[in-house]
């Protein structure tokens, strides 16, 4: 091939979306709990399995495959200058408690899909392709989000704190990884940090999660840039008590102090004035949680993110403020505030959303340029590589819950914009 890829590729690209269709649901079946809902948590047994699975998979494309300490998943494509830096694409296959089927799925097999495309149409790349399966990308059994990308990106303070990071079982994180094949007795942590300039350019494949797309009848998300998660752990210590024999004077209840926080989580977060400002209390726990028991300790955790940075860390700071009044007003003691994490926001690369760009055009499909409001592997990618990611639409918007649902038709798009921009990306 010459140095652009030949427009005439667009007429060999060829997705075959049965096939992916039924990838899709096979995956799903590797769950704890039953379908329509997908549950697979990290280096659990249905992790490993769903792994294996995809593993298989880039074998049967032709990829060679590797695996990094904490189980980023590899599989590369050599291109014909195999010495020059690789394009990489790919997302998560880990599920959260009663989710769906698409989130981070269509981004690992309709990457491969998208692999299998350029080989049939007969493109041999010039830089090496590389599909990515990111270790963990939800934060469900550590408390800690993208994981794997953030190792990747070389966050030192995730690696030290790595060592002693323990899941709600109270099994540690290394002991966890051992369990599913990773983490070995001479493993170090930080070896999975990339290198600077691994990859010339990422790309994410990914259910918009949102109405956006769906709504205006388009065919492909262009994402411009991707909204500053962060998210927080709090514990209240009360007394406690018996629920008939302790009078309301008399009371400390950490359960309380934690109700009240919640509110005033989204009092805060809706006093920012912006739209763009988002806040979730999704875990609440009280002990002894027990019905005649005065909760004499309480645990929230909550996820709060905005576009601009500044503003999520002032609603942060707020929180922190009510926190501390709650605890003092109700005499509970505020045993912990812990920030597990404050991230940036991310920005896509012009150069691979140029390439996407061309990629819709050429294709023929409709696009728009939007932001993120879900955070990805890609906002940890964009620290070590030019970024972009790809939207496709899904039903409703409907994301992180049994209903989440994205066409075969949609989804074989989303492939073929994929394949195109990697064949460009490849040959830059
Ligand atoms: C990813 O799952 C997110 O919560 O944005
Ligand atoms: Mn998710
Ligand atoms: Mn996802
Ligand atoms: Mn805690």
Sequence with gaps: YPSAPPNSLVSFLRVDTTTLQNQIDELSTFSDTPAPSVTRILYTEKDVLARRYIKNLMGLSGLSVREDAVGNIFGRWDGYESDLV????????????????????????????AINVLKRSGFKPKRSLEVVLFTSEEPTRFGISCLGSRLLAGSEALAEALKTTVDGQNISFLEAARSAGYAKEHDDISSVFLKEGSYSA????????????????????????????AS???????????AGAVLMPNRNDAGLAAAELALAVEK???????????????ILELHPGAINSIPSKSHVEIDTRDIDEKRRNDVIEKIHQSATKIASKRGVRLSEFKIVNQDPPALSDNSVIEAMEAASKELNLTHKLMISRAYHDSLFMARVSPMGMLFIPCYKGYSHKPEEYASSHDMGNGVKVLAMTLAKLSLN
Excluded: C, M, R
Aim: proline residues 5%; without cysteine.
């Design 202 to 229: 990422f790309v994410e494949l990914h259910i918009e999660q949102g109405p956006i797309l769906e709504a205006e009848g388009l065919s492909i998300g262009i994402v411009t840039a991707i909204a500053a998660p």
């Design 86 to 113: 690789p394009v990489a694409t790919g997302s998560h296959i880990d599920a959260i408690p009663y989710s769906g089927k698409y989130d981070g799925v269509v981004g690992v097999l309709g990457a491969i899909e």
């Design 268 to 282: 805060h977060v809706l006093g920012s004035g912006s739209i763009d400002t988002v806040g979730t209390v999704g």
């Design 232 to 242: 927080l752990k709090v514990d209240f210590e009360g007394n406690g008590g018996h």
